[in-house]
């Protein structure tokens, strides 16, 4: 029910990219709107993502996770009414600001039940079905308005199939275990814990609970501070440059001669789904840092080489894309990891939202800047700045990445003082 969250959210960031075209002409939007609307989710999900896990940590994580299901589902109805670009941005805006809840509680709520050996793998299978929700857009889109010739808004509104299967699936989900541990409800903690944790050892780890209230200042304290600039930083430079290139991949493609760059679009997010699955196959092997860092190096490394050789064959071009496709996705699948594991339950979810509000901006920066960009400055400037945004992921995680394979949550969620 996690993974189908993530299916969702990956599905309302890629449809928009098959139905922007045909809404701006009917709307007349000038390019301005039109990247605001191709970011109008992303700055929804920056407010999201702090709001819900606020309130997924004071009010524990079930009522929050069909909340922001249902405000999804009320947005993905409204997009088949909107007819100017204003009520697009404010609709789309409000299914983003159910997303981010959705990432601020999705997350810690899998963190919580999945057994430490396959904490990593199940958290990962999330980002894997972002991708799939992603790539399915772009499928769906096509077939919507290039076979079919739908309108937009029946393409835009086709999310809401989903997310009513969703919704009625999330209806009875147990709460937390540790998160009813630490709000001192100890019988109804340990009920859950016997009844839906599978290993003994994770059951007897929930008693390890402080029982201390979470505040947003924690994040910032010697003790969090790490976790903090870790989280944040890798998250906004793995998906800004993806964000940038997957949403307008389409039109990227085709500036490098390579047809209409449909194909190319597909290939490219289809790609990343199998960087994610391979990674979902080796996080519980290899370990985190394995996965986190080389990556990095090899996507700033590929799109330096688009940006410098202007004169670069198409094939040589793809290649390049499609690697930075299956890598980028390889180590993407991490961001979600990682703020489940090394915050306590006390702010778990705010941790994560925070995280996830600071990777947006990058996000919403990239898909805004994007069109800009490729116009004002031209594609190899624009794959550079990419590279750059890379490297800076990459050496942050040099430095701050740790190790948690096969620990506890209270091992991993430690104090690390900074």
Known sequence: MTAGGMFIDGYVLGIIGAAIGA??????????WQGLIGASALIGIFVGGP????????????????ADLAIFLVGSVLQFFVDSAWQLFAVRLLMGIAVGAEYSVGWPLLSEFAPARLRGRLMSFSEVAWYAGFVVAFIVGYVMGTVFDLDWRLILGSSTVPAVILFLSRLGMPESPRWLMNQGRTEEARHIAEKYLEDPADALDITHESGRKGTFG????????????????????????YFAIATFS??????????????????????AVAGVVVSLLLIDRIGRRKLTVPGQWVCAAVLAIIGLWSGA???????????????????????????????????????????TA???????????????????????????????????????????????MGRSLSETSAPHQA
Not at 220 to 237: G, K, N, Q
Not at 324 to 338: M, Q
């Open 218 to 241: 924690m994040l910032f304290s010697r003790d969090y501070r790490r976790a903090t600039a870790f989280t944040s930083l890798f998250w906004f430079c793995a998906v800004t440059p």
């Open 51 to 66: 709001l819900g896990g606020w309130l997924t940590d004071k009010l524990g994580r079930k009522p929050l996770f069909t």
């Open 313 to 355: 064959p198409t094939f040589v071009v793809l290649v390049c894309f499609l690697v930075f496709a299956f890598v980028n996705a390889s180590y993407t699948a991490l961001t979600g990891v990682y703020p489940g594991e090394i915050f306590p339950t006390e702010v778990r979810g705010i941790g994560t939202g925070f995280a």
């Open 250 to 271: 389409a039109s990227v493609l085709s500036r490098y001669g390579l047809g209409d760059g449909l194909g190319g679009a597909i290939g490219v997010n289809g790609v």
């Open 358 to 404: 600071s990777s947006r901006i990058g996000a919403a920066l990239g898909t805004f800047a994007l069109p800009w960009s490729m116009e004002n400055l031209g594609a190899g400037p624009s794959m550079l700045i990419a590279s750059c945004v890379c490297v800076a992921g990459a050496a942050v995680s040099q430095v701050l990445a740790p190790e948690t």
């Open 23 to 32: 809404a701006a002409v009917e709307l007349r939007m000038p390019l301005l």
